[in-house]
């Protein structure tokens, strides 16, 4: 990896994740490319090059891919779960449309692509604990059917094509830097910026919802690792399932109560965002990519929750 595109380069992970490529690959072009409406500013801006690229326009990809030479493109445009029930037109196509338009540059450039799929690619009639990596994806949310449309279209291209496509199925991302927008596992995030301002957190899932959570920097050294993964040690290719922590409401609310005594949270449902929660696993196995890749999570509920305190305090 040398030349990389991010599209979505402002978004939740890809603010993050171009600043990391940037660190790992200086000698390389690391583009963010984004959408008018959402410029990248400060130091994402000022450390390396960026370009309007709309995933629904492939010429704005192929061009940027032609300028800066791009041998791995990162597809990081996606609207989240809750929101794309609301616009499931929207997010048919970003999600599968823009995904087409970036593999089809990707066969005529010979560019690698990562495209994260998510906890969101299974349904009810998925094993809900333990979900193995090959099991039933038959999701009830248009978000999971871009998802698993996401993954096999990825594995189309590169059995096809010769297209290297790789990617991970995200579990629910959380992070002091960007806010997610949108999505079911949101919650996550929002009760920590309600702690560190020492107000009321209202839970919009009830007691008992599990689901896979990630702090971000394993999240994007994940990205990162499977992209650089010897490719004769890996039988699967889209998406991986990877895993680090699964908690409900009441267990990130007591570990926060630990470092912030005063903190108080009351339920008061989203019933969007509980069915879709309901749909999706309480935990993933990830047994093939800590053996084809080496994936290995470094954060844990209370590792992730002193990191997040400690950052959001100061912000
Ligand atoms: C969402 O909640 O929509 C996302 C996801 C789990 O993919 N965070």
């Known amino acids: 990896m040398k030349n ?33 409406g959402a410029e990248p500013k400060g130091e994402l801006l000022e450390s390396g090059p960026a370009e309007i690229v709309d995933i629904t326009n492939p010429a704005q990809i192929a061009a940027a891919v032609e300028k800066y030479n791009i041998d791995t493109i990162y597809n990081l445009a996606a609207v989240l779960s809750a929101v794309a029930e609301a616009k499931p037109q929207l997010a048919w196509h970003i ?106 957190f209202y839970c919009p899932l009830k007691p008992g919802t599990f689901m896979d959570m990630m702090y971000m920097p394993d999240a994007l050294r994940a990205a990162i690792e499977i992209m650089e993964a010897d490719p004769s040690k890996l039988i699967h290719r889209n998406s991986f399932n990877i895993a680090s922590m699964s908690f409900d409401p009441e267990m990130i609310a007591a570990k926060i109560k630990e470092h912030v005594p005063g903190f108080e949270m009351e339920y008061k449902l989203d019933p969007l965002r509980q069915s879709i929660a309901d749909s999706w696993p309480d935990s993933l196995d990830d047994t093939c990519a800590r053996e084809e890749w080496g994936w290995r999570p470094q954060y844990d509920l209370e590792a992730m929750t002193i990191d997040m305190l400690d950052h959001l305090k100061s912000k």
């Not at 590169?158 to 960007?178: C, H, N």
């Open 4 to 36: 990389v595109l991010v599209i979505g380069a402002t978004g939740q992970i890809g603010s993050e994740l171009t600043m990391k490529l940037r660190k790992t690959y200086p000698n390389g072009d690391i583009v963010a490319g984004y959408i008018t």
């Open 95 to 200: 999600g599968v449309g823009g995904l087409y338009n970036t593999l089809e540059v990707a066969r005529e450039k010979k560019c690698a692509v990562f495209t994260p799929s998510s906890i969101g690619s299974f349904g009810p009639g998925t094993p809900k604990v333990n979900t193995p990596q090959d099991t039933i994806q038959r999701p009830t949310t248009i978000y999971g059917v871009t998802k698993v449309t996401g993954e096999l279209l990825s594995d189309y291209y590169a059995k096809r094509f010769g297209v290297d496509t790789r990617s991970v199925r995200f579990p629910g991302l959380i992070s002091y830097v960007t806010p997610p927008g949108g999505g079911t596992t949101d919650y996550a995030v929002d009760i920590y910026y309600s702690a560190v301002k020492g107000e009321k």
